[in-house]
Each structure stands twice: as C-alpha cells, then as structure tokens.
Nanobody, 118 residues
Framework: QVQLVESGGGSVQSGESLRLSCAVSGNTYSRYCLGWFRQPPETKREAVAAIDSDGATSYGDSVKGRFTVSEDRAKNMLYLQMNSLKPEDTATYYC????????????WGQGTLVTVSS
C-alpha cells in the first residue's frame, strides 16, 4: 500500500518561493506517475505537475515556467519547487501516485496548505 506524506507548505508573499516535499513509501509500481495537484478554496482539484517513471515531466498551463517537479528515487521523495508565487496559487497541495499515468490516481497524500498573499 502506497503512502504519501506532504510537507513544506506555509504562508509567503507574492513573488516568493516554496519547496514542497512528499515522502513516498510502498511504491512498487515499475511504471508510475507521481503528481502534484492542488485545490483552491471552494474550487475543484486541479493537476499542477507530474513526473513519470521515465523522468518525463508535465505541467499545468498556469504554473509552466514557475514550478519544477522532481524526484529523488534514492530517498523516495517527490518535490515541487514553486517560484514567483502568486495569490492565485493559494491552495491545498496534494501529492499522488498512479500506476502508468496520472489519469487514475491510486493514492493521495493528506495535503499541505500554501497561502500566498499580495
């Protein structure tokens, strides 16, 4: 059973940076997708970034050029470096894992709150 635990959320000013971390345990998929999603207040969850078992990355249009997803397989960690943060990035951020691709998520973390003030 895969377990994911996020950390690194907090409150920052517009233009500042944060790095989210996700500790991944129990991932035995040979082919997988690790993703970051976010859910702003009173809004549905949306995809932010993903990295697959081949190292290919993808990003949502609103974060391209500002966010970077990476994985440290030796440490079983997933990261999301967020630069040039904007108030509209305020949300609870979740990491997730899926077998093959991120269209169907198999497990979610508990979420970490990011608040960006102007």
């Amino acid at each position: 059973q895969v377990q994911l635990v996020e950390s690194g959320g907090g409150s920052v000013q517009s233009g500042e940076s944060l790095r989210l971390s996700c500790a991944v345990s129990g991932n035995t998929y040979s082919r997988y997708c690790l993703g970051w999603f976010r859910q702003p207040p009173e809004t549905k969850r949306e995809a932010v970034a993903a990295i697959d078992s081949d190292g290919a990355t993808s990003y949502g249009d609103s974060v391209k050029g500002r966010f970077t997803v990476s994985e440290d397989r030796a440490k079983n960690m997933l990261y999301l470096q967020m630069n040039s943060l904007k108030p509209e990035d305020t949300a609870t951020y979740y990491c997730a894992v899926a077998q093959d691709d991120c269209d169907t998520i198999d497990a979610w973390g508990q979420g970490t709150l990011v608040t960006v003030s102007s």
